[in-house]
């Protein structure tokens, strides 16, 4: 049973952190496997390696939507934001660089929030039921947090993106008002 905080059965060790309603649920797209595999050529990397609660084909952070709405099983799901790894994934897979290379890689994988709980099981689809109208991809959040910083006109679009988590929101508010400070001599 998938529900608003998570999958039945599933917890989340540090909630401030982890969880909550915009990180119900954990995608990462089985597409990602073959780079980890060629990148660590001497680990097993069975499914989910990365902590995911769905390891999906089909819906990349390059082409999934903030705000995109999806139906799994009988739920009713939305992507929220991507994955920003944290210590944990490092000791997961035994080595400190994994955090950065994951980020550098932009194989983030992304979170939904649970629009409406109902039963998922494995091998069920995905189904986009409503595209979302702003059209800021989860990999341009992965961007602004990493290598598009100063991209001001990202920024503003993503501050005016409803359904990205406050949080987001907030962090690029504060990184827009410090590239707008006028220049010290």
């Given at each position: 049973?998938?529900?608003t905080?998570?999958?039945?059965?599933?917890?989340?060790?540090?909630?401030?952190?982890?969880g909550?309603?915009?990180?119900?649920?954990?995608?990462?797209?089985?597409?990602?496997?073959?780079?980890?595999?060629?990148?660590?050529?001497?680990?097993?990397?069975?499914?989910?390696?990365?902590?995911?609660?769905?390891?999906?084909?089909?819906?990349?952070?390059?082409?999934?939507?903030?705000?995109?709405?999806?139906?799994?099983?009988?739920?009713?799901?939305?992507?929220?934001?991507?994955?920003?790894?944290?210590?944990?994934?490092?000791?997961?897979?035994?080595?400190?660089?994994?955090?950065?290379?994951?980020?550098?890689?932009?194989?983030?994988?992304?979170?939904?929030?649970?629009?409406?709980?109902?039963?998922?099981?494995?091998?069920?689809?995905?189904?986009?039921?409503?595209?979302s109208?702003?059209?800021?991809?989860?990999?341009?959040?992965?961007?602004?947090?990493?290598?598009?910083?100063?991209?001001?006109?990202?920024?503003?679009?993503?501050?005016?993106?409803?359904?990205?988590?406050?949080?987001w929101?907030?962090?690029?508010?504060?990184?827009?008002?410090?590239?707008?400070?006028?220049?010290?001599?």
């Open positions: 049973m998938l529900r905080l998570n999958l039945d059965g599933d917890r989340q060790a540090d909630l401030s952190v982890h909550g309603p915009s990180k119900a649920v954990y995608v990462y797209p089985s597409e990602h496997y073959d780079y980890w595999k060629h990148e660590f050529p001497e680990m097993k990397l069975p499914w989910g390696m990365f902590g995911e609660n769905f390891t999906t084909a089909g819906l990349v952070e390059s082409e999934v939507n903030i705000g995109d709405k999806f139906r799994v099983g009988s739920a009713m799901v939305m992507a929220t934001e991507p994955r920003m790894p944290c210590y944990k994934l490092g000791i997961r897979f035994g080595r400190p660089d994994v955090v950065k290379r994951f980020l550098a890689s932009e194989r983030t994988g992304f979170y939904f929030a649970v629009l409406h709980q109902g039963g998922v099981g494995v091998g069920d689809g995905i189904e986009l039921i409503e595209s109208k702003d059209s800021l991809r989860v990999s341009d959040i992965t961007a602004l947090y990493t290598y598009e910083k100063h991209n001001v006109g990202l920024l503003r679009r993503a501050i005016e993106v409803a359904t990205l988590p406050e949080s929101k907030s962090y690029f508010r504060h990184r827009l008002a410090k590239l707008m400070e006028p220049a010290q001599d």
